[in-house]
């Protein structure tokens, strides 16, 4: 079945350094994949997402690319704040017929000043 | 503004009592989800909701109900089969027949079983 692998955090970096949590996934067919993002006790948020191999999705600096070739959808930024201390996941969609999201199980991040 | 509300943000529970939390959405979406968040174990889908009227089961219903009787809400019931409860609940939507099938998420419910 379909299933998405991202990094095991906790990831801590100083601000202004460069990010990088990878995500690679297994799917049938042509996925949709996405990276959403939530903050402390709040719900998740769409970050960005791409629909087909070689969409690059990109939002507040974030940038991701569907990669088919490695199946991978790694989410980069070039320089991190300490606002964007959060956990990530990747997911893809649809899971299956009932149309669900299948996320990976989170990338807690700690940006320090 | 449009968007997805869960109610309450924190619900506690006594063992043996059935417990209701609210999602309500004004976005005009057919499919409505909801999710349980455990730490380090991401989101399980727990009920999925395509139209009013029908539900289906997702990969953790065991110990929960729901039901779909207006397309703007979808209330989770945890019911005192559920083994192990406490958790963070979040309800989503979507629309349907897209191939993009973005979700939007709620705030959540923290539910704690006293």
């Known amino acids: 079945g379909n299933s998405v692998t991202q990094m095991e955090g906790p990831v801590t970096l100083s601000e202004e350094a460069f990010l990088t949590i990878n995500c690679t996934y297994t799917?049938?067919?042509?996925?949709?994949l996405f990276w959403y993002v939530q903050y402390p006790g709040e719900g998740l948020q769409l970050l960005l997402k791409?629909?087909?191999?070689?969409d690059k999705g990109s939002n507040k600096g974030f940038e991701a690319t569907y990669r088919k070739e490695t199946t991978s959808f790694h989410l980069e930024k070039g320089s991190v704040q300490v606002s964007d201390s959060a956990v990530y996941f990747c997911?893809?969609?649809?899971?299956?017929?009932?149309?669900?999201?299948?996320f990976g199980k989170g990338t807690k991040l700690s940006v320090k000043p | 503004d449009g968007g997805i509300t869960q109610s309450p943000k924190y619900l506690f529970r006594k063992e043996g009592q059935n417990v209701t939390l609210s999602c309500e959405q004004n976005l005009n979406h057919d499919a409505m989800y909801w999710y349980r968040q455990d730490p380090g174990q991401g989101l399980r889908l727990i009920y999925y909701?395509?139209?009013?009227?029908?539900?289906q089961k997702g990969d953790i219903a065991e110990g929960y109900s729901v039901s779909r009787e207006k397309k703007e809400s979808f209330p989770l019931t945890v019911t005192s089969a559920q083994k192990n409860p406490t958790a963070f609940y979040l309800c989503a939507s979507s629309l349907r027949d897209t191939i993009y099938n973005e979700q939007f998420f709620g705030p959540g419910t923290r539910l704690t079983v006293l």
């Open positions: 791409a629909t087909k191999a070689d």
């Open positions: 909701s395509q139209i009013v009227n029908d539900f």
């Open positions: 799917a049938t067919g042509y996925p949709s």
């Open positions: 997911a893809l969609g649809p899971g299956g017929s009932q149309g669900n999201l299948i």
